[in-house]
């Protein structure tokens, strides 16, 4: 299983699903009536759907890796940024590893 901490900028990534915390969360924001809930698993299904082939684009000052996607939401193009927090949700698309 790949481990989010070895990513480094540039690295190519495939993401997978979305991450379980995001999908009980979605499901939390549903129950207690939440306007728009859900967001970033919505987000992260458009791009799993569209573009789920992302770069690595910054790493924080604590070790987090980041990518940003643009993709079409509403027949608008949007750009997210948005931080891997998991280990399960994603594996390398190239052959580079850590």
Known sequence: MPDRSTLKIGDTIRLLNVPEG??????????KGIENPGWT???????????????????????????TATISVNGQ?????????DNESWDFHTNKMP
């Open 22 to 31: 995001d999908m009980q969360q979605r499901k939390q924001e549903i129950a």
């Open 41 to 67: 698993a919505n987000i992260l299904e458009l791009i799993i759907a569209q573009q789920p082939i992302v770069e690595i684009d910054t790493i924080t000052e604590f070790g987090q890796p980041w990518f």
């Open 77 to 85: 193009l949007e750009e997210h940024n948005l931080a891997i927090i």
